[in-house]
Every structure is written in structure tokens, then in C-alpha cells.
């Protein structure tokens, strides 16, 4: 294959390589131990080397170099090894095989090898063949992606339109194109939708007028189908200046869809990196294809909608029907397959829905093909249940897989059966995932723990609790307590029924049924095992057996912040229970939540996980609750428990958007939905435990557990509906909050045997009216009936919408805190500083675009102070200086610039803040003369000028001016001033003034500094109006300070002080010195060049004294102080930010194409 030319070094290479053929300008080499039958001891040793090597890491054993003509060539191939030539070659191909190499060889002979003659030099050589090597890769990554494409064909020639319209980078990689209208006001353009990693691109070309489009993906706040007077379905994308409306897509469902994956994939990789992982295959933005995307989709819709870990990886869906024994029938639905589950959906929602662990599955057989069970297969589970799927197309592929899925899980967790003694048989037992209820139960017993050491087993379980904290802290109030234990018999009998026709291990068949007995309640005793169940947290518990004692062990006695969070809520977690009224319940809180800090430190601990965790120690073991916990942080509420809560933020917002359509009333009557989702929020982190009365929330963590978020969002809009009359009367927030408590406060269960427990939401005045008691049941039967019909898939694309939203928004925070910290520090205008913020972010983002294997992509991190967010690097600030900065100068800008750099980064870790870059702007535009020159001297002098810089190696071969030359300068009306008495009264001024000064002295600076601060004065007056007097002026100036430094020179060699100056200066001027103040360097004199000091170490002046000899020149003193404008600069670098990045484009076509996107 070929490779992007890329530098060998061969002088230690020689002994891995052997050469094969070699041209004038190509070698094909072969590496040792690669087809030559073993060879000799190197051979050997290296071809094992490569063998024993990581495929990732091994060598490919044929390549093609390219040397370089005009250095010392290769000789004459003797003993198969190179014997002398030139060390470096450019690498352009690698081939596994010798045919594959060989075609490549050929292909350079035929085409290149014969044109290479015709060129001068080797430059021109290496130029040539990179240039066409890397167009041989971009067209194979061309057919690459068209291959991949429907018709390969179009989307070949719609990439070839792309790059030419667009001119991005070759790494801004096009996804998909569609052809649709864009409305610009009320006129429809009808054009080109392309959709690439990082952007959004429209063309449009109609009678003669061309239209171009281009919004960062990152730069969108808004992503919706709505509607407009024209067009009943339209996609509409806001950024924060614009509005754009596309329609009239042949399949707008695909292009939201599309559009959606690549906002969420973009804004979550470059603003949210703190826990956003991207999926394996979609590391490299560079790798993501339409396929990729749709299957990500798809995969995110099985892990949400069966709630498994993310490392699940989706293989097969395939549509088929299951044989459902409570209603003999097939059931159709489609069923999912992954690398630990087989998963059944039916396709009337809620009908059936089957979690099958493989390491619950005991065969997968195919049986007899028959009209009335076509291509059926058998899936037999350990507690001896068996499910029949028919109707699968692609069976014998899928049994396949299954099986050698399932030979891959029993390796790594092989499992053996123990029976337990007869008194268990008939008990409800859930120790495993397989309890059985026709015949003997079992206890799954990991093969791997049976080799443990017992010893470790006994010091880590006599830690921890063996009952849930509920059995051993159990109170009760004889009156109505039989009432209420007669209700629980009632309910476990209700679910011993259940479990004997729908089974009762976590491969029970899950229906509406079931639904509703979760809906009444959970009995007590089962509570606990239950949840384990639905959330498939027994999987997690069976298959790391030992794993949560040898964490508690590990992590206890450790102390970070995590754990000084935890201690100090400990005794804030349930306080009115008596299970944390003890030591009991408290060490083995402390233990699970340390445990998970350390086992998560990504997530360590926040606020609520507290609360949550003691409701689940009251049900479970201490292992279990520990699983639970997993479950509940990792799966069924991603992002919800980290120091930015985006994942509950996302839900609020969600929650507002349901409220708007299922309570439009109250919706219209308070316009500001925030108040009802600031209150939201603590619904959705402590799943009610903390706002109803625990015998009643415990009934709501039931539901979230069996049906996941949604069970809080149409539990949260029942309350809303209950209590909407009230709202809407309601006379401020504060208002609406206590009708709000009240209400939650007064949810109680009556049927529950837990006596009742204090909730702190009762803070209303005693003296108000008695509030109606709801039922907790009732409560949740309203929720189902009402709210219930929202589906998981809905949920989700609301949830990329929002957290869009969500992102935006702590962007928006992000940069009003930067900004509120700078404001103070600066002159420049707030408007014109967000602007430059803006600059400042989008340069590191766009960065982050097309150099993604750069440490740039890592330097957001959200976790940081707001001003250390965003930082640049030397490169980026390059760019953003050459761009805002008012001190150009040309060809030198960018050695200003990156000594800019090196003074801001005082940490030395090549990475500033926007604090910073502002700051010095900020002195460039509106600073007084004496800090401008202050800034432009410290540009000169260590650290912003190094020793190894290339423009200060040979400072000037010759000197620009002559400290030879009289001090007596022609003025404009013939008059002649003699600065000699003026130098001399400075310098004694300057001597007073240092003594009296208090403050650090900035360092003198050397001749060698002195002469790169006269070549940057000299390039920043280039093209100014008043050029010529800018020139003279500072060719006087620079003479007066060569002079001075020179005195200084003489003075501290012989220890004569300053009164004996102006016997060292030459007292006559003629007329002919006036005009040749500014020599220019070719035609300086030999009497001039040797006019310059040669012993530079003791040359030294100081800022003072260039201050002071800067301010008696006028026009010097005017070009400082003018006044800069900064707003047309900006204007002027919003347009051309892009053109640094991307390859040739022209500063005309990419102003037009961000001047229409903005208009």
C-alpha cells in the first residue's frame, strides 16, 4: 500500500533490511527473516522478533524508499546489504506479500522513473513524487469511501465537487451529500447538502448567481424539524447569529437522522471530553462513514432500550418471532444480538421483551425447517426454560456466530452447579441469575473463586454485611402492621404466580403484566432481588466473584477528595432510619462509596449518590448494593453523577419539552419553564428519595428499575397534572415550589409495613390548609395510563437534541466567566472581547478538526477552571497574531509572534490562556507609548529571544547604521539641533532616576537584542503613510543608542564616568550625513562594518534609555500613540481564520462563502 512520504533513517536500519532491487531513484527492500528460508543468525532473530510482536506493532517485511539524487547515491547492491549512500530516504510503500510490492514497483517504473530525469534538482525530485504518491492515496481513499456508498459512482464524483467547492483539508472527510432547498428569507435555493466530520455545507449555483454555505458542526445550538408558512416539514439549524431552513429532501428522516449523529458525535467529542467516549471504530473522526453512523444509532438504541453496559457491541439484528407460552403464540419482534446477550423485542411495544445472558444459556440448537416453524432455532437457559425463535432469514450465519460467542463467554466465566439443600428449594432465592421454580434450585458457583484462597475469602466477608440493613433494622408499630404484612403475603403470592408461567430468573419474559405488579408495589421481601434482576446488576454481581472485597480492600484508608466528600455525608444519608443510626449501616455505606470512587475515579462521588446508596443497602447485600450502584451510574443514568451533571441537565431539558406537549396549558401559563426544571432536578438525581416519604419513593425506584428513565419522566408530568390547577394560580416561583412539596410530602403508602419516616420537603406553614393525601399507587397507575405510551427511541433523539442544548449552554457560562475575569484588566470593549474570545476558541477547535491526533483535541477539559478551558499552542497563536495583531511586519511577523509566545507562556508548558492573549492585545492597541515599548523590549530579551532562534543567529552581516556618524541632524527648515548636551543631560537624568527607583530593573539588553529591536521598529513601519520620517526618525534614535551603548562600553573598560562623553563623539556633521542617515545593508561601506563593537558582552543599554531617546522623535512618539482600531481587524480575521487552515483557498471564495453564512 502507499504511504504518506515519510523520512527513514538508514544507518541503523541496514542490519533489519536487505535490499532487493534499486533504481536511480527508488529501492525495494525486504526485511530480514522474511522469505529467505531463515538465512543467518539476523534472519532469524529478526524475523522472530516481528512474529512475537503485536500484529498492531509488526513491520511490514517489504517497502520501496525513495533517495534523494545529488547526495551521495546508493552503490552497487554487494552482499545484498547497501555498503555506503545517503542516511536519510522518504518511505512512500509497504507490502505485505512480494506480488503486492512488486505491482508498486512496476507502477513507479512505468510512470515515473523516466520523468525524473528531466528535472534540475532534488528538490524538485522529492517534491515531485510526494505530491504524486500522496494523490494515489487520496484517490484510493476516494474508491474506498465510494465503494462503501450505494452508488459508489455518484458519490465518487459528488467527494470530487466537495473538495473542489469547498477546498477543505484532506482530513475534513465527507460523510454524505443531499440534494435539497435552502431558504435564504421567503426565495428557496435548490442545491447540495454535504455533511462532512466537522461541518455542514451547502452549494447552490442558479442563474448565475453561486451560493455557499458552511456551519461547524460545533457552532450549531440548535438542531429541529419544524414547520414554516411555506413548507410542512423543513430542518432548521440555529447557530448564535443565524437561522437556516433546508427542505424538500428526497428522505428527510435519513438526513436528520444523519445530521443529529454527526452534532451529537462532533459536540460531545471536542466540548465534552470528561466522560465521552467514542466507540472503538469511531476514535478516528477520519473512520466515521454513513454505515458507522447508522449503526451507532442502532446500537445506542439496544444499550438504552435494554439498559446494558456501553462496551456492549451490537452484531446481528434480525427480525423473527418468539413462541411466548403464557399466550401460546409466536410473537414478532426482532431480536438483538451482542457479545454477552440475546435480546427480543416485540413489535407491539411492551407486548414481550425478553435479556438472555449467554452466560445463562446452556445450547443454541437448530431444529427441523418446517412450513410451520421456518428456519426455528432452541435457546436453552441453565434453570432448564428453553425459547424457540422462527422466521430467522439468516439462521445458519446467526447460530454460528451465537455459538462461537457463547464458546468465548464460558471461557472467561466458565460456571458448575452446586445444589443447595432441600429446606432452600422452595424459597425465593435470587443469589444467582438462575433460580428455578419447577424443579430443585441452583446456585451458580464460578469455577475461578472455587480456587481462591479461603483465608483472603474470610478476612474480606467478615467486613461486610450478609443481610440487607431493612432485616436487620426492622421496626414496627403493632397497630395496622397485620393489615399491612397481610397485603405483602398477598402481593408475593400474586408474584409466585407471575414467576411460575413468565419465570423468574433475569430471562423472564417481561410484559405489561408485570408492569403492573411493579406499579402496585414490590413486596419487601423480594424488593431487593428484584431490582438485581431488572437491572441485570446479578450478571455484573455472578461474573466478577471476589471483585467488590479485594476494591474495599484496596481502596479503604485511602484519602483524596472523594473520600472527604463521602465522609462528610455519610451521617447526612437517611438520618431518621436506624439502620444509619448505628455504626453498621454507616461503615457499610462508607464502604460502597468508596469503593466505587475507586473503581470510577472519572465519577469518584456527587452529591445524591449518598441517598441513593442507603435506599439500596436497606433492600440488598452490601455486594449487591455495590452492583446496583454500577448499574444505576454506568447504564441507567449515564452522565448524571459528575462534577457538570450534563446527562440530568439533558433530562431536564427533555422534561420541559413534555411539558410543552403534554400540559400545553401549563406550559402557557408560566412562560418560563426553569422553575419547574430547577425542581425537576432533584427528581431526577435522587429518583424521589429525597422529596416523597421513603415508603413511598421506594415504590417509585421499583418502576426506574424496570423501566428505566422513563418511569420519572411520566411520573414527573403526573405530579405536574395533579397539581396543574394550582400552578397555574400560583403567584411567583416561590409559590409554585411550596404547592410543589406540599403535594410530595403528602404521597404516602399505605399498604407499605415500613412505619413512616421523616421528609425534610415539609417546610410549608403549619397554619395552611390540610393537603389531600395521594396514594403512592394511584400516583404511579396515572403516570402509566396517562404519560406511559412515550417510547425509549423518542426519548433518545429528544435527548440528542437537548444535550446540544445543554452543551451550548456551558459553553455560554464557560465564556461569560472568562469574560467577566478579563473585562477588569482590559481597555478593550466588551463586544469586541467576546469576539476575540470567539477567535480564540475557534482556533483550538479547528485545530481539533483536522489535527485530532494532536495533544490539542486533549486541552478542553471541562473539569478546569473556567480560563484554563481553552488554551493554543505556539501554532494557533501564531495564526490568531498574524490575524488581530496591529504589529506586523511582513515576512518577520512570524518571529514577533512566536517570541509573543514564549513572554506570555510563563509556565513553560507551551500552552496560553485567552487571559493572557488578551492582555497583550490589549497593550498593542490601547496601552500608553512607555508599555508598548515596555512589551516590545521584553520581546527582545531572554525568555521571548532565544540563543538558538534562526532569525537571531547572524543578527546583520551588515550593519544598518554607523555609530561612527556626528549626532547633528538636518530639521525641515534647515535649522540643526546638536544632541550632544541633550544626550549627555539624559544620561545623568536616566543615572538619578535608577537610583531612586524601587521596583525590579528589567534586564539591559545586548547589543545582539539591540539589533533584532531595530529590525522589528524597522519592518513595523513598512507600508505606514509616514513611512519616510518614520525611517529617519528611527535611524536617528537607533545611532543615539548604538552611541550610548558604545559609552557605556568605554566607560566600564576604563572606569571614566560619563562627563567625558562628548569627547568621544565627533563634533562636525557634513551636509551629505543628513541624507544617509538610513544606509541601506548592501551598500555599506568596509569603514562602516568595521564601526560596530566586536566585543558585544559588555555593550549594554536599557529600556529607560530607549524610552528616553525614543520620545525625541515625534513621528515616533505619534505612531505609538495613535489610536488602533480593533473592530475592523476582527471583522477581518472572522473571514479569514479558515484560509490559514485549509490548503490554497482563496481568500476571496472563503470571505464570500462566511459573509453569506452570516448574513
Given at each position: 500500500?502507499?504511504?504518506?512520504?515519510?523520512?527513514?533513517?538508514?544507518?541503523?536500519?541496514?542490519?533489519?533490511?536487505?535490499t532487493?532491487?534499486?533504481?536511480?531513484y527508488?529501492?525495494?527492500?525486504?526485511?530480514?527473516?522474511?522469505?529467505?528460508?531463515?538465512?543467518?543468525?539476523?534472519?532469524?532473530?529478526?524475523?522472530?522478533?516481528?512474529?512475537?510482536?503485536?500484529?498492531?506493532?509488526?513491520?511490514?517485511?517489504?517497502?520501496?524508499?525513495?533517495?534523494?539524487?545529488?547526495?551521495?547515491?546508493?552503490?552497487?547492491?554487494?552482499?545484498?546489504?547497501?555498503?555506503?549512500?545517503?542516511?536519510?530516504?522518504?518511505?512512500?510503500?509497504?507490502?505485505?506479500?512480494?506480488?503486492?510490492?512488486?505491482?508498486?514497483?512496476?507502477?513507479?517504473?512505468?510512470?515515473?522513473?523516466?520523468?525524473?530525469?528531466?528535472?534540475?534538482?532534488?528538490?524538485?525530485?522529492?517534491?515531485?513524487?510526494?505530491?504524486?504518491?500522496?494523490?494515489?492515496?487520496?484517490?484510493?481513499?476516494?474508491s474506498?469511501?465510494?465503494?462503501?456508498?450505494?452508488?459508489?459512482?455518484?458519490?465518487?464524483?459528488?467527494?470530487?465537487?466537495?473538495?473542489?467547492?469547498?477546498?477543505?483539508p484532506?482530513?475534513?472527510?465527507?460523510?454524505?451529500?443531499?440534494?435539497?432547498?435552502?431558504?435564504?428569507?421567503?426565495?428557496?435555493?435548490?442545491?447540495?447538502?454535504?455533511?462532512?466530520?466537522?461541518?455542514?455545507?451547502?452549494?447552490?449555483?442558479?442563474?448565475?448567481?453561486?451560493?455557499?454555505?458552511?456551519?461547524?458542526?460545533?457552532?450549531?445550538?440548535?438542531?429541529?424539524?419544524?414547520?414554516?408558512?411555506?413548507?410542512?416539514?423543513?430542518?432548521?439549524?440555529?447557530?448564535?447569529?443565524?437561522?437556516?431552513?433546508?427542505?424538500?429532501?428526497?428522505n428527510?428522516?435519513?438526513?436528520?437522522?444523519?445530521m443529529?449523529?454527526?452534532?451529537?458525535?462532533?459536540?460531545?467529542?471536542?466540548?465534552?471530553?470528561?466522560?465521552?467516549?467514542?466507540?472503538?471504530?469511531?476514535?478516528?473522526?477520519?473512520?466515521?462513514t454513513?454505515?458507522?453512523?447508522?449503526?451507532?444509532?442502532?446500537?445506542?438504541?439496544?444499550?438504552?432500550?435494554?439498559?446494558?453496559?456501553?462496551?456492549?457491541?451490537?452484531?446481528?439484528?434480525?427480525?423473527?418471532?418468539?413462541?411466548?407460552?403464557?399466550?401460546?403464540?409466536?410473537?414478532?419482534?426482532?431480536?438483538?444480538?451482542?457479545?454477552?446477550?440475546?435480546?427480543?423485542?416485540?413489535?407491539?411495544?411492551?407486548?414481550?421483551?425478553?435479556?438472555?445472558?449467554?452466560?445463562?444459556?446452556?445450547?443454541?440448537?437448530?431444529?427441523?425447517?418446517?412450513?410451520?416453524?421456518?428456519?426455528?432455532?432452541?435457546?436453552?437457559?441453565?434453570?432448564?426454560?428453553?425459547?424457540?425463535?422462527?422466521?430467522?432469514?439468516?439462521?445458519?450465519?446467526?447460530?454460528?456466530?451465537?455459538?462461537?460467542?457463547?464458546?468465548?463467554?464460558?471461557?472467561?466465566?466458565?460456571?458448575?452447579?452446586?445444589?443447595?439443600?432441600?429446606?432452600?428449594?422452595?424459597?425465593?432465592?435470587?443469589?444467582?441469575?438462575?433460580?428455578?421454580?419447577?424443579?430443585?434450585?441452583?446456585?451458580?458457583?464460578?469455577?475461578?473463586?472455587?480456587?481462591?484462597?479461603?483465608?483472603?475469602?474470610?478476612?474480606?466477608?467478615?467486613?461486610?454485611?450478609?443481610?440487607?440493613?431493612?432485616?436487620?433494622?426492622?421496626?414496627?408499630?403493632?397497630?395496622?402492621?397485620?393489615?399491612?404484612?397481610?397485603?405483602?403475603?398477598?402481593?408475593?403470592?400474586?408474584?409466585?404466580?407471575?414467576?411460575?408461567?413468565?419465570?423468574?430468573?433475569?430471562?423472564?419474559?417481561?410484559?405489561?403484566?408485570?408492569?403492573?405488579?411493579?406499579?402496585?408495589?414490590?413486596?419487601?421481601?423480594l424488593?431487593?432481588?428484584?431490582?438485581?434482576?431488572?437491572?441485570?446488576?446479578?450478571?455484573?454481581?455472578?461474573?466478577?466473584?471476589?471483585?467488590?472485597?479485594?476494591?474495599?480492600?484496596?481502596?479503604?484508608?485511602?484519602?483524596?477528595?472523594?473520600?472527604?466528600?463521602?465522609?462528610r455525608?455519610l451521617?447526612?444519608?437517611?438520618?431518621?432510619?436506624?439502620?444509619?443510626?448505628?455504626?453498621?449501616?454507616?461503615?457499610?455505606?462508607?464502604?460502597?462509596?468508596?469503593?466505587?470512587?475507586?473503581?470510577?475515579?472519572?465519577?469518584?462521588?456527587?452529591?445524591?449518590?449518598?441517598?441513593?446508596?442507603?435506599?439500596?443497602?436497606?433492600?440488598?447485600?452490601?455486594?449487591?448494593?455495590?452492583?446496583?450502584?454500577?448499574?444505576?451510574?454506568?447504564?441507567?443514568?449515564?452522565?448524571?453523577?459528575n462534577?457538570?451533571?450534563?446527562?440530568?441537565?439533558?433530562?431536564?431539558?427533555?422534561?420541559?419539552?413534555?411539558?410543552?406537549?403534554?400540559?400545553?396549558?401549563?406550559?402557557?401559563?408560566?412562560?418560563?419553564?426553569?422553575?419547574?426544571?430547577?425542581?425537576?432536578?432533584?427528581?431526577?438525581?435522587?429518583?424521589?428519595?429525597?422529596i416523597?416519604?421513603?415508603?413511598?419513593?421506594?415504590?417509585?425506584?421499583?418502576?426506574?428499575?424496570?423501566?428505566?428513565?422513563?418511569?420519572?419522566?411520566?411520573?414527573?408530568?403526573?405530579?405536574?397534572?395533579?397539581?396543574?390547577?394550582?400552578?397555574?394560580?400560583?403567584?411567583?416561583?416561590?409559590?409554585?415550589?411550596?404547592?410543589?412539596?406540599?403535594?410530595?410530602?403528602?404521597?404516602?403508602?399505605?399498604?407499605?409495613?415500613?412505619?413512616?419516616?421523616g421528609?425534610?420537603?415539609?417546610?410549608?406553614?403549619?397554619?395552611?390548609?390540610?393537603?389531600?393525601?395521594?396514594?403512592?399507587?394511584?400516583?404511579?397507575?396515572?403516570?402509566?395510563?396517562?404519560?406511559?405510551?412515550?417510547?425509549?427511541?423518542q426519548?433518545?433523539h429528544?435527548?440528542?437534541?437537548?444535550?446540544?442544548?445543554?452543551?451550548?449552554?456551558?459553553?455560554?457560562?464557560?465564556?461569560?466567566?472568562v469574560?467577566?475575569?478579563?473585562?477588569?484588566?482590559?481597555?478593550?470593549?466588551?463586544?469586541?472581547?467576546?469576539?476575540?474570545?470567539?477567535?480564540?476558541?475557534?482556533?483550538?477547535?479547528?485545530?481539533?478538526?483536522?489535527?485530532?491526533?494532536?495533544?490539542?483535541?486533549?486541552?478542553?477539559?471541562?473539569?478546569?477552571?473556567?480560563?484554563?478551558?481553552?488554551?493554543?499552542?505556539?501554532?494557533?497563536?501564531?495564526?490568531?497574531?498574524?490575524?488581530?495583531?496591529?504589529?506586523?511586519?511582513?515576512?518577520?511577523?512570524?518571529?514577533?509572534?512566536?517570541?509573543?509566545?514564549?513572554?506570555?507562556?510563563?509556565?513553560?508548558?507551551?500552552?496560553?490562556?485567552?487571559?493572557?492573549?488578551?492582555?497583550?492585545?490589549?497593550?498593542?492597541?490601547?496601552?500608553?507609548?512607555?508599555?508598548?515599548?515596555?512589551?516590545l523590549?521584553?520581546?527582545?530579551?531572554?525568555?521571548?529571544?532565544?540563543?538558538?532562534?534562526?532569525?537571531?543567529?547572524?543578527?546583520?552581516?551588515?550593519?544598518?547604521?554607523?555609530?561612527?556618524?556626528?549626532l547633528?541632524?538636518?530639521?525641515?527648515?534647515?535649522?540643526?539641533?546638536?544632541?550632544?548636551?541633550?544626550?549627555?543631560?539624559?544620561?545623568?537624568?536616566?543615572?538619578?532616576?535608577?537610583d531612586?527607583?524601587?521596583?525590579?530593573?528589567?534586564?539591559?539588553?545586548?547589543?545582539?537584542?539591540?539589533?533584532?529591536?531595530?529590525?522589528?521598529?524597522?519592518?513595523?513601519?513598512?507600508?505606514?503613510?509616514?513611512?519616510?520620517?518614520?525611517?529617519?526618525?528611527?535611524?536617528t534614535?537607533?545611532?543615539l543608542?548604538?552611541?550610548?551603548?558604545?559609552?557605556?562600553?568605554?566607560?566600564?573598560?576604563s572606569?571614566?564616568?560619563?562627563?567625558?562623553?562628548?569627547?568621544?563623539?565627533?563634533?562636525?556633521a557634513?551636509?551629505?550625513?543628513?541624507?544617509?542617515?538610513?544606509?541601506?545593508?548592501?551598500?555599506?561601506?568596509?569603514?562602516?562594518?568595521?564601526?560596530?563593537p566586536?566585543?558585544?558582552?559588555?555593550?549594554?543599554?536599557?529600556?529607560?534609555?530607549?524610552?528616553?531617546?525614543?520620545?525625541?522623535?515625534?513621528?515616533?512618539?505619534?505612531f505609538?500613540?495613535?489610536?488602533?482600531?480593533?473592530?475592523?481587524?476582527?471583522?477581518?480575521?472572522?473571514?479569514?481564520?479558515?484560509?490559514?487552515?485549509?490548503?490554497?483557498?482563496?481568500?476571496?471564495?472563503?470571505?464570500?462563502?462566511?459573509?453569506?453564512?452570516?448574513?
Amino acid at each position: 500500500m502507499w504511504l504518506r512520504p515519510e523520512e527513514v533513517l538508514l544507518k541503523n536500519a541496514l542490519k533489519l533490511w536487505v535490499t532487493q532491487k534499486s533504481s536511480g531513484y527508488f529501492v525495494l527492500q525486504r526485511r530480514r527473516g522474511h522469505g529467505d528460508g531463515g538465512g543467518r543468525f539476523t534472519g532469524r532473530l529478526v524475523g522472530a522478533l516481528d512474529a512475537v510482536l503485536d500484529s498492531n506493532a509488526r513491520v511490514a517485511p517489504f517497502r520501496i524508499l525513495l533517495q534523494v539524487p545529488g547526495s551521495p547515491v546508493y552503490s552497487a547492491i554487494a552482499c545484498g546489504e547497501l555498503l555506503n549512500g545517503s542516511e536519510v530516504y522518504w518511505a512512500i510503500a509497504t507490502g505485505a506479500t512480494l506480488e503486492e510490492i512488486n505491482q508498486h514497483w512496476e507502477w513507479l517504473e512505468q510512470n515515473l522513473l523516466h520523468t525524473l530525469s528531466v528535472f534540475d534538482n532534488k528538490e524538485d525530485i522529492v517534491s515531485f513524487v510526494k505530491g504524486k504518491v500522496k494523490a494515489l492515496i487520496a484517490e484510493e481513499t476516494r474508491s474506498k469511501l465510494a465503494e462503501q456508498e450505494e452508488d459508489p459512482e455518484k458519490f465518487r464524483e459528488a467527494l470530487v465537487k466537495f473538495e473542489a467547492r469547498f477546498n477543505f483539508p484532506e482530513a475534513e472527510k465527507l460523510i454524505t451529500y443531499y440534494s435539497c432547498c435552502c431558504w435564504k428569507g421567503k426565495v428557496p435555493r435548490q442545491g447540495w447538502l454535504y455533511l462532512s466530520i466537522n461541518h455542514l455545507c451547502f452549494y447552490s449555483f442558479f442563474l448565475g448567481k453561486e451560493l455557499k454555505l458552511l456551519v461547524p458542526w460545533v457552532d450549531v445550538q440548535k438542531l429541529e424539524r419544524t414547520s414554516n408558512v411555506f413548507m410542512t416539514d423543513i430542518i432548521r439549524i440555529t447557530t448564535s447569529s443565524k437561522e437556516r431552513d433546508f427542505s424538500m429532501f428526497l428522505n428527510i428522516d435519513e438526513a436528520f437522522r444523519i445530521m443529529e449523529q454527526l452534532a451529537d458525535i462532533t459536540l460531545r467529542r471536542l466540548l465534552d471530553n470528561e466522560v465521552f467516549e467514542l466507540d472503538p471504530s469511531l476514535q478516528d473522526p477520519t473512520q466515521i462513514t454513513k454505515r458507522d453512523l447508522e449503526a451507532r444509532a442502532q446500537k445506542e438504541f439496544f444499550r438504552a432500550f435494554f439498559r446494558l453496559p456501553g462496551k456492549e457491541k451490537l452484531h446481528e439484528v434480525a427480525d423473527c418471532s418468539l413462541w411466548t407460552p403464557f399466550n401460546r403464540c409466536h410473537t414478532a419482534g426482532r431480536m438483538y444480538t451482542s457479545d454477552s446477550y440475546i435480546c427480543f423485542a416485540s413489535k407491539e411495544s411492551g407486548c414481550c421483551n425478553v435479556l438472555i445472558p449467554l452466560r445463562e444459556v446452556a445450547s443454541i440448537e437448530k431444529m427441523e425447517d418446517t412450513s410451520l416453524l421456518p428456519n426455528p432455532i432452541i435457546i436453552s437457559i441453565r434453570s432448564k426454560m428453553a425459547f424457540q425463535f422462527i422466521e430467522l432469514k439468516d439462521r445458519d450465519s446467526l447460530v454460528e456466530n451465537l455459538l462461537l460467542r457463547l464458546k468465548q463467554v464460558n471461557a472467561s466465566n466458565p460456571v458448575h452447579y452446586n445444589c443447595l439443600e432441600k429446606k432452600e428449594t422452595h424459597s425465593l432465592v435470587f443469589r444467582s441469575t438462575c433460580v428455578f421454580s419447577d424443579c430443585e434450585s441452583r446456585d451458580l458457583v464460578i469455577a475461578a473463586s472455587q480456587s481462591e484462597d479461603k483465608s483472603d475469602g474470610e478476612k474480606n466477608s467478615h467486613l461486610l454485611n450478609a443481610e440487607a440493613l431493612r432485616s436487620v433494622f426492622h421496626r414496627s408499630e403493632s397497630e395496622s402492621f397485620d393489615f399491612r404484612m397481610s397485603r405483602e403475603q398477598i402481593k408475593e403470592r400474586l408474584w409466585n404466580d407471575h414467576f411460575a408461567e413468565y419465570g423468574r430468573t433475569v430471562c423472564m419474559f417481561r410484559t405489561e403484566k408485570i408492569r403492573k405488579l411493579v406499579a402496585m408495589g414490590i413486596p419487601e421481601s423480594l424488593r431487593g432481588k428484584l431490582w438485581l434482576l431488572f437491572s441485570d446488576a446479578v450478571t455484573d454481581l455472578d461474573s466478577h466473584p471476589g471483585y467488590y472485597g479485594n476494591l474495599v480492600e484496596a481502596s479503604m484508608g485511602k484519602c483524596c477528595m472523594a473520600t472527604e466528600e463521602i465522609e462528610r455525608d455519610l451521617h447526612r444519608s437517611l438520618p431518621e432510619h436506624p439502620a444509619f443510626q448505628n455504626e453498621t449501616g454507616i461503615a457499610a455505606l462508607r464502604r460502597v462509596l468508596t469503593a466505587y470512587a475507586h473503581r470510577n475515579p472519572k465519577i469518584g462521588y456527587c452529591q445524591s449518590m449518598n441517598i441513593l446508596t442507603s435506599v439500596l443497602l436497606l433492600y440488598a447485600k452490601e455486594e449487591e448494593a455495590f452492583w446496583l450502584l454500577v448499574a444505576v451510574c454506568e447504564r441507567m443514568l449515564p452522565d448524571y453523577f459528575n462534577h457538570r451533571v450534563i446527562g440530568a441537565q439533558v433530562d431536564q431539558s427533555v422534561f420541559e419539552e413534555l411539558i410543552k406537549e403534554r400540559l400545553p396549558e401549563l406550559a402557557e401559563h408560566m412562560k418560563d419553564l426553569s422553575t419547574l426544571a430547577s425542581i425537576s432536578l432533584s427528581w431526577f438525581l435522587t429518583l424521589f428519595l429525597n422529596i416523597m416519604p421513603l415508603e413511598s419513593a421506594v415504590n417509585v425506584v421499583d418502576c426506574f428499575f424496570y423501566d428505566g428513565i422513563k418511569a420519572i419522566f411520566q411520573l414527573g408530568l403526573a405530579i405536574l397534572e395533579a397539581n396543574a390547577v394550582e400552578l397555574c394560580n400560583s403567584k411567583d416561583d416561590g409559590h409554585a415550589l411550596m404547592i410543589l412539596s406540599r403535594f410530595l410530602d403528602h404521597v404516602k403508602n399505605e399498604e407499605s409495613p415500613l412505619p413512616p419516616i421523616g421528609n425534610h420537603q415539609a417546610f410549608f406553614i403549619d397554619d395552611q390548609e390540610p393537603c389531600q393525601v395521594t396514594e403512592i399507587a394511584d400516583l404511579l397507575r396515572d403516570s402509566y395510563e396517562k404519560f406511559g405510551d412515550q417510547s425509549v427511541e423518542q426519548i433518545e433523539h429528544m435527548r440528542y437534541k437537548h444535550r446540544i442544548r445543554v452543551l451550548q449552554s456551558h459553553e455560554d457560562t464557560t465564556k461569560q466567566n472568562v469574560l467577566r475575569v478579563v473585562i477588569p484588566d482590559v481597555s478593550i470593549l466588551p463586544e469586541e472581547l467576546e469576539e476575540l474570545y470567539d477567535l480564540f476558541k475557534r482556533e483550538h477547535l479547528m485545530s481539533c478538526y483536522w489535527q485530532w491526533m494532536s495533544p490539542g483535541i486533549q486541552r478542553h477539559d471541562p473539569s478546569r477552571p473556567y480560563a484554563e478551558q481553552y488554551r493554543i499552542d505556539s501554532q494557533q497563536f501564531t495564526n490568531l497574531y498574524k490575524l488581530v495583531s496591529p504589529w506586523t511586519c511582513g515576512e518577520h511577523t512570524k518571529v514577533l509572534a512566536e517570541r509573543t509566545f514564549r513572554l506570555l507562556d510563563e509556565n513553560m508548558d507551551s500552552l496560553i490562556e485567552f487571559k493572557g492573549f488578551a492582555s497583550c492585545l490589549d497593550v498593542m492597541y490601547n496601552g500608553e507609548m512607555n508599555e508598548k515599548i515596555n512589551l516590545l523590549y521584553r520581546l527582545h530579551i531572554p525568555p521571548a529571544l532565544t540563543e538558538n532562534e534562526r532569525d537571531s543567529q547572524s543578527p546583520l552581516k551588515n550593519p544598518l547604521l554607523s555609530t561612527s556618524r556626528p549626532l547633528v541632524f538636518g530639521k525641515a527648515n534647515g535649522d540643526a539641533i546638536d544632541y550632544q548636551k541633550q544626550l549627555k543631560q539624559m544620561l545623568k537624568d536616566l543615572a538619578k532616576e535608577k537610583d531612586a527607583k524601587t521596583e525590579k530593573e528589567m534586564p539591559k539588553m545586548s547589543q545582539r537584542e539591540f539589533i533584532q529591536f531595530c529590525k522589528t521598529l524597522y519592518s513595523m513601519f513598512h507600508e505606514d503613510p509616514e513611512e519616510n520620517y518614520l525611517y529617519q526618525a528611527i535611524a536617528t534614535v537607533t545611532t543615539l543608542l548604538l552611541q550610548i551603548g558604545e559609552v557605556g562600553q568605554r566607560s566600564s573598560s576604563s572606569g571614566s564616568g560619563s562627563d567625558e562623553f562628548t569627547e568621544d563623539l565627533q563634533p562636525e556633521a557634513s551636509a551629505s550625513d543628513q541624507d544617509t542617515v538610513f544606509t541601506d545593508t548592501v551598500k555599506t561601506t568596509q569603514k562602516e562594518t568595521q564601526s560596530l563593537p566586536v566585543t558585544e558582552g559588555n555593550w549594554i543599554i536599557s529600556l529607560e534609555q530607549i524610552l528616553a531617546s525614543l520620545l525625541t522623535e515625534q513621528s515616533l512618539v505619534n505612531f505609538f500613540e495613535k489610536p488602533l482600531e480593533l473592530k475592523s481587524k476582527l471583522e477581518n480575521a472572522k473571514l479569514n481564520q479558515y484560509s490559514l487552515k485549509t490548503n490554497g483557498m482563496s481568500y476571496q471564495s472563503l470571505a464570500e462563502q462566511l459573509k453569506l453564512n452570516t448574513e
